[in-house]
């Protein structure tokens, strides 16, 4: 871990570039805004962790009233967990003897839970937590087009009486992400990506004879408490959110917190050169947006190229330039640090803990 590219009380001209940034005027106004979203629908808040990796973040989520994160790795969770999160669900499947000791293991420590697809995953678990005389939370995880998960009230069933049978696991309930659906552009395709995942959901949470169901993203969660059927919401994107986010028709009410700072390393006229490339800023959903009048056409290794657009001002050598990027997720596991700021200066510096993890 390098040093953190700057020191709290420090102006934006300062920092040592590419650094990754957040908003604290935004992400605080982004988390009242999701509380003020589920007052009074008895839909609990879970969010994920895989979006920020920072246990600092997940404190802050959690005191604006989630009852816990869900991490996507095992390392995700150890370092939540040991950061002093309570409540961490895994939401994901495992299948190697080594992850289920730590989980199980963890579960000694904090409230955990994990999903299973597979009996020959419950086994594995169920033996883990024999060892470590813990209990580990089992969610049944339903396939919703994207990755993981039982398809049929069949297959349910038998995963159902499995870890019923199981000393150490304890049947929590449904695990129902539907991840393709986060970015449909179309507000009335996202609608209906859900509302064909809640019938699915239903039938099975109804054959196996549970009533918690987790999951939903920051572009449908709305539809998923619209539901009934979701007990659980689990966005992640909505505390930073990105720019592909933005390109939805009716995006997320959030604001824009998270944004790569570069500097102006090279000026011309027409164009400027960035010391932030995708090293330091994620590209999978396409190049990061530049300031209003200017365009990022190229990204290499450490650099980006911006264009000046017609009537913008040209940038500087040496001036600090905000990206936003297209995903934020992976944009901060690019990083060591955020640096948390307010009005151009930074107030706090929280360390990405489970980066790699």
Known sequence: MRPAPAAVGDVLAAVDTPALLLDLDAFEANLVALAAMVAGTGVAVRP?????????????????????????????????????ITDVL???????????????????????????????QVALLADATAVAGTTLGVLIEVATGQRCGIATQEEALVLAAAVGQASGLELRGIQAYAGTAQHVRDPAARAAAIE????????????????????AGT?????????GVWTEIQP???ALMDADY??????????????????????????AVLDAGHKAVAIDSGPPVA?????????ADEHAILV???????????AVVHLVPSHCDPTVNLHDWILAVRAGVVEEVWAVAARGA
Not at 48 to 74: L, N
Not at 196 to 215: F, Y
Not at 219 to 227: K, L, V
């Open 291 to 299: 300031p209003e009048g200017h365009e990022v056409v190229s990204l």
């Open 236 to 238: 992640g994107s909505y």
């Open 48 to 84: 994920h962790g895989k979006a920020h990796k920072c246990p600092e973040i997940a404190e802050r989520q959690v005191a604006a009233g989630a009852v816990g994160v869900c991490a996507q790795t095992t390392g995700e969770a150890e370092v939540f967990v040991r950061a002093g």
């Open 308 to 318: 000046r657009g017609a009537g913008a001002e040209p940038l500087p050598l040496g």
């Open 246 to 271: 933005a390109r939805n028709t009716k995006p997320p009410p959030f604001r824009q917190a998270l944004h790569v700072l570069g500097r102006v390393i090279s000026a011309h006229p027409d164009r």
């Open 196 to 215: 064909e995942v809640a019938a699915l959901v239903t039938a099975i949470r109804d054959a196996i004879g549970v009533r918690h169901v987790t999951g």
């Open 219 to 227: 572009g449908t969660f709305p539809h998923e408490i619209a539901s």
């Open 90 to 120: 895994l939401a994901n499947e495992i299948a190697d003897p080594g992850k289920a000791s730590r989980l199980a293991a963890l579960a000694g420590l904090a409230t955990v839970g994990v999903c299973v697809d597979h009996p020959a």
